[in-house]
């Protein structure tokens, strides 16, 4: 299904979620953020954004809140600062990823 967000025509999932990774941007996440309840992303957002980005290129598969501590040296604390009521479906969605296997 496609989805205009930030002016861009985007293709997204029932949920939201991008279907195609190649299709993001900084202003697309920015309003997507902004539709979860985040109004601005900080320094630490985008170290979040970014180390999931590199992890699913480097490993094709979305990181787990554990390797996002432990990996990416984000603590699990800050994440839920970061991303509060679910962190990793905020953040992955926010990042232009598929949504978290783990997550319902």
Not at 35 to 62: C, N
């Amino acid at each position: 299904m496609e989805k205009v967000i930030a002016g861009y025509s985007v293709d997204v999932t029932e949920e939201g979620y991008l279907t195609n990774k190649d299709q993001w941007n900084k202003e697309i996440a920015e309003v997507i953020a902004k539709e979860l309840g985040i109004d601005e992303l900080t320094e630490g957002h985008w170290k979040v954004i970014e180390f999931l980005q590199k992890d699913f290129a480097e490993t094709e598969k979305l990181p787990t809140i554990r390797r996002v501590k432990n990996v990416g040296g984000i603590a699990t604390k800050e994440l839920y600062q970061l991303y509060p009521e679910g962190p990793l479906l905020k953040a992955t969605k926010i990042a232009g990823l598929s949504k978290p296997v783990s997550c319902v």
